[in-house]
């Protein structure tokens, strides 16, 4: 399962020729800078590539724009194809119930759905100026948190993420009221700012939605 997660990861994401510029565009990862909450640069030298980006900036991109791509992308894979095999849903359950290693594995898959939204994520991408770029990607990160979804679901037994952690579930919905319009006003701020308002002002009040968004999601990335 590792190995079909880790395989379907690269050939969608990484090796995707427009996945680099679909997460310059659509996530605020170049605004970094300017929330003072990162101890280096975004990437290392002046290449833009995977290559050259490093971890944190990657993650944290992901998270404000509420898609948490890290966190779950190719798990619904991986799963949903061992699901297929004689007896690979019993043997996934089973697991989920004594193997320790798989049972926190799966949980922090779903508390990263759990935090996506995929209905923010798509105001996110209207960013990608690129429309067929924009809706073939997100297409396809849609049908895999879907997929995702319906895998943990069925391995837990449960009919919704967190049914077996309340408070967390709880959290994060008197959380979301607060974070949800910040990020509606981080997209308008880098609609704006990408339209040629790059200010001070701008910039600043970004950073004070990425840093409220961090704080509302209890998550840098």
Same mark, same amino acid.
């Given at each position: ?14 090796? =995707?020729?427009?996945?680099?510029? !679909? ?42 724009? /509420? ?14 194809? !061992? ?6 849903? =019993? ?32 105001? !996110? ?10 809706? /073939? ?40 009221? !607060?974070? =949800? ?36 999601? /209890?998550?840098?990335?």
């Amino acid at each position: 399962m590792s190995a079909s997660a880790c395989t379907f990861y690269r050939e969608n994401i990484l090796d =995707d020729p427009d996945m680099f510029y !679909y997460f310059e565009t659509g996530t605020p990862m170049a605004e970094l800078e300017h929330a003072k909450i990162g101890s280096r640069p975004a990437r290392r030298g002046g290449k833009r590539s995977f290559e050259s980006l490093r971890a944190i900036p990657w993650v944290f991109g992901w998270t404000q724009s /509420r898609l948490l791509i890290p966190a779950w992308f190719g798990v619904g894979h991986a799963l949903s194809e !061992y699901s297929e095999q004689p007896g690979g849903l =019993d043997r996934l359950r089973a697991m989920m119930r004594e193997f320790p290693l798989f049972i926190d594995l799966i949980r922090n898959v779903e508390v990263g759905l759990a935090k996506a939204d995929m209905g923010i994520a798509r105001l !996110y991408a209207s960013l990608v100026p690129e429309m067929d770029v924009r809706d /073939r990607i997100f297409s396809k990160f849609e049908e895999e948190y879907t997929r995702s979804l319906e895998a943990v679901l069925a391995v837990t037994g449960q009919a919704e993420l967190l049914e077996t952690n309340e408070v967390l579930a709880r959290s994060i919905r008197l959380r979301n009221p !607060y974070v =949800d319009p910040l990020s509606l006003i981080q997209v308008d701020l880098m609609r704006r700012k990408r339209g040629g308002e790059d200010t001070p002002d701008v910039n600043r009040a970004i950073a004070g939605t990425i840093n409220g968004i961090s704080a509302g999601l /209890r998550t840098t990335g």
